[in-house]
T-cell receptor, first 112, second 110 residues
């Protein structure tokens, strides 16, 4: 039972490049979410999904896109990377938003 | 503007002591208040959570106290151990929108 798997673990991008951060869960959870973690700011919600085909914006959605075609997968896309998007990104899943969230181990992203 | 304010930023406690971390919120629509523990290089893990119809919840050495009228809640770690050294985050949820505090780095000295 893998839980929440995030890939890649580390990535360096140049400004303007695009990339997709992958997130997969094997617990059949309906609720999935993406956060970014920056020093002194805790975790900030980027986008979330309450089920396949349904996504919504969180606190800091600008510059990011998501889709949810299956229950298991919830990829996060950076369309045109900017240095301000340098951060650690966490994906999480849970039965519902008011239930314990299971986090992946994060993707450390640097944008030069 | 952070909707959940957490203090202190860092905390040093002797082994066996009590660690106390406080959080305050403004949005009265929040209806679920979890605490997460994070070790370096790992994702956060749920420690304990409370809903606003309860004033206190205890699980082992960890207790949440909740004051709805003051819009404050706190985490108490009894008999703190070196293995408790980690970063702790409070959070509050409203309609699928989870907001986290900035975190408290706890160090428990042997």
């Amino acid at each position: 039972n893998a839980g929440v798997t995030q890939t890649p673990k580390f990535q360096v991008l140049k400004t303007g490049q695009s990339m997709t951060l992958q997130c997969a869960q094997d617990m059949n959870h309906e609720y999935m979410s993406w956060y970014r973690q920056d020093p002194g700011m805790g975790l900030r919600l980027i986008h979330y999904s309450v089920g396949a085909g349904i996504t919504d914006q969180g606190e800091v959605p600008n510059g990011y896109n998501v889709s949810r075609s299956t229950t298991e997968d919830f990829p996060l896309r950076l369309l045109s990377a900017a240095p301000s998007q340098t951060s650690v990104y966490f994906c999480a899943s849970s039965v519902g938003s008011r239930q314990p969230q299971h986090f992946g181990d994060g993707t450390r992203l640097s944008i030069l | 503007q952070q909707q959940v304010k957490q203090s202190p930023q860092s905390l040093i406690v002797q082994k066996g002591g009590i660690s106390i971390i406080n959080c305050a919120y403004e949005n009265t629509a929040f209806d679920y208040f979890p605490w997460y523990q994070q070790f370096p290089g790992k994702g956060p893990a749920l420690l304990i959570a409370i809903r606003p119809d309860v004033s206190e919840k205890k699980e082992g050495r960890f207790t949440i106290s909740f004051n709805k009228s003051a819009k404050q809640f706190s985490l108490h770690i009894m008999d703190s151990q070196p293995g408790d050294s980690a970063t702790y985050f409070c959070a509050a949820n409203n309609n699928n929108d989870m907001r986290f505090g900035a975190g408290t780095r706890l160090t428990v000295k042997p």
